[in-house]
Nanobody, 116 residues
């Protein structure tokens, strides 16, 4: 069974940093891309970043380019999202996700709150 477990969220002041982790299990980690989405109150869920575990290629939303860095540790089946220079508009629940056989899987989410 595919499981994705996020951790690392919290409360931080604007300009601060957090590192989110997504521990994955139940599938061959090296074969899939894993992404981070976020959802702020009253807003739609939006894509933040994605990484291919096979070749390390990455994608970033324009809103986080230059501030967030995604990485993966294939030995630990874990994807990280290093978030620097955080802004109040980054406040959201952050989810990691992957898709296999056309079905998306989501973690439970971790809350990130950035105070001004």
């Amino acid at each position: 069974e595919v499981q994705l477990v996020e951790s690392g969220g919290g409360l931080v002041q604007a300009g601060g940093s957090l590192r989110l982790s997504c521990a994955a299990s139940g599938f061959t980690f090296d074969d899939y891309a894993i992404g981070w989405f976020r959802q702020a109150p009253g807003k739609e869920r939006e894509g933040v970043s994605c990484i291919s575990s096979s070749d390390g290629s990455t994608y970033y939303a324009d809103s986080v380019k230059g501030r967030f860095t995604i990485s993966s540790d294939n030995a630990k089946n874990t994807v990280y999202l290093q978030m620097n220079s955080l802004k109040p508009e980054d406040t959201a629940v952050y989810y990691c996700t992957m898709s296999t056989y056309g079905r998306p899987y989501w973690g439970q989410g971790t809350q990130v709150t950035v105070s001004s």
